[in-house]
């Protein structure tokens, strides 16, 4: 059977979730080989080879991390010359993207970005795409050369598939362009213990309507009783109520969660698009003509200062 | 056809302007106008905005710093901030109607003292004409301006000034020579740090409540010979040739103000849902914004035309004035009050803009001039 | 002399795809407009003498774009324009601007970014590729001085701070500064600088190297999204938070 590679994406050693996502979608087009750099590569080996990962390729050097993604396009152009696999599947977050692409010029391979599903198909792997405005759902497939295929989070399930696993050491010899952009520092975002916005399973968001920066403790109150995320409305983010980290729509994170929770949110189409292929979206809004509406599969027209906190009630009843 | 033929078309450089502006005025103006209005303050984020991007004044000559525009892009200027927020178009507004006469009249050291700073945003110009007794009948006003020495000493009060107490400047007309009547009068330049000068609590207006209008007092204002405007005498004949140009101004606002009702009324129909459709489909309504866009449409062309004849100095620009702001003025009244009615109950709640708009569209019949004024003035001057 | 050309909006469009709404009629979109503050910025801090060149690719509208920029401060103005360009994809699209840029002449590219959501994300990057020049992209905050090019990159699990020798490719967000509104002086002064246009041989780029049929894509199939229909939508009247309970358990969350 081919061989499919994955990019780990990977914070010493611990795996991000997208990247577990991409193993359960490249089992279904071949063998996954995933390849793991930087400090603390190989500890990332047993959770792979728990997902379905065959083998597992690291390279440790501090490339990595000093210098700004040509050295992970490096080691990817050298394990695909190694493995010659069916497919490349990235994480489409930013720099996930930046690293398919140039991947996908030097190899001289098509590119497709922001998939949300891959399936097997006769000519190679067919990615599906949600087309932004989202009116329309596309399937593709690369031409030219070994397809490089970025996909989004919450696009596959997490499935157990204990496999082997095997830590074989890549062979990476770096470009011309590896020392390129020189990282000066760096500094961890503080984990606030909860999951991260684009990865989450749930997410609530505040907007307008929250109403000051003090009040959002209400919408952390649902989203930690919920095991969610926190999202922002870009209103509420102008207004400084809430890190522009957390915004989400077409300036900001767009995220497709299984939960979608919008309080206070008009639901004008800047924050739609950041979020309405979400799987089950909820609103509560004070204004029972508000568009936001038209996208939920359930509404409560009501004041979110009465209703969110009834809720984090109940759930918290709820889950005992 | 000939995609080339230029006339009746405002230029790409004034489409650019209008994009401009629209954007600044719906980021930065729109979000406040509600707010203002309620409060009944002045838009200091309209101003502060306005200031930033050199919009504040664009009228005044380059040699003093300005941006030198043309009197349509002024025009554009206020009609684009109207349509938004009529209060804050009173701050491009007056300060071309407190500073015109100035530029018109005033001497080389004159227009340097004032419109540098005016330009860069530091001090804005008022008008100061009528009185509690002379509004239409302004050459009836009674300030006077006594000569002493190198100075004058003013002495009176002014009436519905606009932006009083904000305005550092002031361009005040006075009798020079109570034996004559307009040929009387002289215009000046005071500040609002000559001692003596005043001011009397802000009006209850129907409108444009975020604009301060307030009297002035002048009790026995000193101030240097060299801030008269133009020859002792002239001050009269400089103000009505500063109205020939300031009244498109005032079309300008009226332009703005009905285009934005319009916009927001043809939004809300299209929405609105009764007897299992939006309303917008309904005839009787279709004709109503027909008939509030084509006079729009006609109070453009019209405000526009005179612009272009004020920055000519066309002979029948003094018509073509009075005439724009009569017309634009009539129309923005009907335009509004027609918005209004779009919006039915709604309409009529401050929840929605368009009351608001209508309250604040009255004053173009009114002020620069009373539409009955403005047809004694094309009367007079029929082309 | 330096020159810090701005690779503004490039537009494809490809045949099932509705137009962005960010993209209507080459207006200069949102997101670029930031890349141009940043150059304009850059010029402003900079001692130097810096000449700051507006480069797109489209169809003829995509001249509005360009002529925004020069209203907001660049001093001219590129544009590529050719019917064989319809339907690139983004690695043909970073063939053309690569070469466009070489064309040009530059010590420094600005460019906006998309949202994390669209291809555009990628092209800076590809730019860079190809020019084999560092890339310094995504940022929020960036200068440069006496050669150099540093800024703040904000990350999903980090913060950056990144720094490369010019001759670089730049990209910004729009946490990256506000952008200026064109001003009166600057509509007018735009109407006198130069806008050259360029075509594919004048870049030296063969059809075949671009457009649809070079695409390394094959779209298979476009089906319409069933318009998403609006669900229960119940009244709080003290039992919203509980209601709002119920559906989520029956919805399995909690």
């Known amino acids: 059977m081919a061989e499919v590679l994955v990019y780990v994406d990977h914070v010493d050693g611990a795996v991000r979730r997208p990247t577990l996502e991409l193993l359960t979608l490249a089992r279904r087009i071949g063998e996954p080989v995933a390849v793991a750099l930087g400090s603390n590569a190989e500890k990332t080996a047993s959770t792979l080879a728990g997902h379905g990962a065959l083998r597992v390729l690291t390279h440790e050097a501090s490339e990595y991390a000093d210098y700004l993604v040509v050295p992970k396009v490096d080691a990817l152009q050298a394990a695909v010359e190694a493995v010659s696999p069916a497919a490349v599947l990235i994480p489409s977050s930013a720099e996930g993207k930046e690293i398919a692409a140039r991947l996908a010029l030097r190899i001289g391979s098509g590119i497709i970005t922001d998939a949300v599903d891959v399936e097997a198909g006769d000519e190679g792997p067919v990615a599906t795409q949600s087309v932004f405005a989202a009116s329309f759902t596309t399937t593709s497939r690369v031409s030219k050369g070994t397809p490089v295929i970025t996909v989004k989070p919450n696009s596959a399930a997490v499935e157990a598939a204990p496999a082997v696993g095997a830590v074989e050491a890549l062979n990476v010899s770096f470009s011309d362009q590896t020392t390129g952009t020189k990282v000066t520092s760096r500094t961890p975002r503080e984990s606030t213990g909860r999951p991260e916005l684009t990865e989450a399973a749930i997410v609530v968001s505040g907007g307008r309507g929250v109403n000051g920066v003090e009040n959002f403790a209400i919408i952390e109150a649902l989203a930690d009783s919920l095991g969610a995320a926190v999202g922002a409305s870009r209103a509420a983010v102008d207004a400084g109520w809430y890190p522009h980290t957390n915004q989400v729509g077409q300036t900001g994170k767009s995220v497709s969660p299984q939960l979608y929770i919008a309080s206070g949110i008009s639901g004008a189409i800047q924050h739609r698009a950041g979020m309405q292929t979400s799987k089950t979206i909820v609103a509560i809004n004070k204004d029972a003509e508000a568009p936001i509406f038209e996208l939920a599969d359930y509404g409560v027209v009501g004041d979110l200062f009465d209703v969110v906190p009834a809720l984090t009630e109940e759930v918290k009843t709820r889950k005992g | 056809m000939s995609q080339d033929f230029d006339l009746y078309r405002p230029s790409e450089e004034h489409n650019m302007l209008r994009d401009a502006i629209r954007s600044l005025a719906e980021a930065k103006i729109a979000p406040y106008a509600a707010a203002i209005d309620e409060e009944a303050r002045f838009p200091q984020e309209a101003l502060d905005a306005l200031v930033a991007n050199d919009l504040h004044a664009v009228h005044v000559p380059e040699e003093y710093g300005g941006a030198g525009a043309d009197a349509l892009a002024t025009v554009i200027v206020i009609e684009e901030v109207a349509r938004v927020c009529v209060s804050s178009s009173l701050i491009p507004a007056v300060n071309k109607l407190g500073s015109l006469p100035v530029i018109l009249s005033g001497s080389e050291e004159l227009k340097k003292k004032y419109m540098t700073p005016l330009a860069q945003g530091e001090g804005m110009f008022s008008y100061c004409l009528s009185e509690p007794d002379a509004g239409s009948d302004a050459a009836g006003m009674k300030t006077k301006a006594v000569r002493d020495g190198e100075d004058w000493i003013l002495d009176g009060v002014k009436r519905w000034i606009t932006n009083a107490g904000v305005s550092d400047y002031y361009t005040v007309m006075a009798v020079t020579d109570p034996t004559k009547r307009s040929k009387g009068i002289s215009a000046f330049v005071v500040e609002k740090s000559d001692e003596g000068v005043s001011f009397g609590a802000p009006e209850k207006k129907l409108g444009i409540k975020g604009s301060p209008t307030r009297e002035v007092y002048l009790d026995n204002v000193r101030i240097p010979a060299d801030r008269m405007i133009g020859k002792e005498g002239t001050g009269f004949a400089t103000a009505m040739q500063t109205l020939d140009h300031t009244r498109i101004t005032i079309a300008a606002q009226a332009l703005g103000v009905a285009q934005g009702a319009l916009d927001y009324a043809k939004g809300y129909v299209q929405e609105r849902k009764q007897f299992g459709k939006p309303i917008a489909d309904f005839q009787g309504i279709q004709f109503m914004l027909a008939d509030m866009a084509m006079k729009i449409s006609a109070a453009r062309a019209l405000t526009y035309q005179a612009a272009a004849a004020s920055e000519r100095g066309d002979k029948d620009l003094t018509f073509q004035g009075a005439a724009a702001k009569c017309f634009a003025s009539d129309v923005a009244m009907e335009v509004t009050t027609d918005a209004v009615q779009l919006l039915g109950g709604y309409g009529y709640t401050r929840d929605y803009p368009v009351e608001r708009m209508m309250r604040d569209a009255k004053i173009t019949q009114i002020y620069e001039g009373t539409n009955q004024v403005q047809r004694i003035v094309m009367a007079r001057n029929l082309p | ?254």
């Open chain 3, 1 to 254: 002399m330096k020159y810090v050309p701005d690779a503004t909006g490039d537009r494809h469009f490809a045949d099932d795809l509705t137009v962005d709404r960010d993209d209507v009629d080459g207006l200069l979109s949102e997101l670029d407009e930031y890349a141009v503050e940043q150059a304009l910025q850059i010029s402003e801090n900079t001692g130097d003498d810096v000449e700051i060149t507006a480069l797109t690719i489209g169809p003829e509208n995509a001249k509005d774009a360009l002529r925004k920029a020069l209203s907001m401060g660049a001093d001219k103005a590129v544009h590529v324009e050719d019917d064989d360009l319809h339907g690139t994809d983004a690695i043909g699209t970073s063939l053309v601007l690569a070469k466009a840029i070489e064309k040009a002449g530059y010590d420094l590219v600005v460019s906006g970014m998309a949202s994390t959501d669209g291809t555009m994300g990628v092209v800076p990057a590809l730019v860079a590729e190809r020019l084999g020049v560092p890339q310094v992209t995504l940022l929020s905050e960036v200068s440069v001085e006496d050669g150099t090019v540093k800024g703040r990159r904000d990350g999903d699990t980090a913060t950056e701070y990144l720094e490369a020798q010019l001759p670089a490719i730049v990209s910004v967000t729009d946490q990256s500064g506000e952008a200026r509104y064109p001003s009166f002086k600057g509509i007018m002064a735009a109407k006198k600088k130069p806008v050259i246009s360029w075509d594919l041989s004048d870049l030296d780029i063969d059809a075949k190297e671009i457009g649809l049929e070079q695409a390394h894509t094959s779209v298979e199939s476009a089906a319409q999204r069933p318009a998403r229909a609006t669900g229960t939508v119940v009244k709080d009247e003290g039992e919203g938070g509980k209601q709002l309970a119920e559906f989520l358990a029956s919805q399995k969350f909690i």
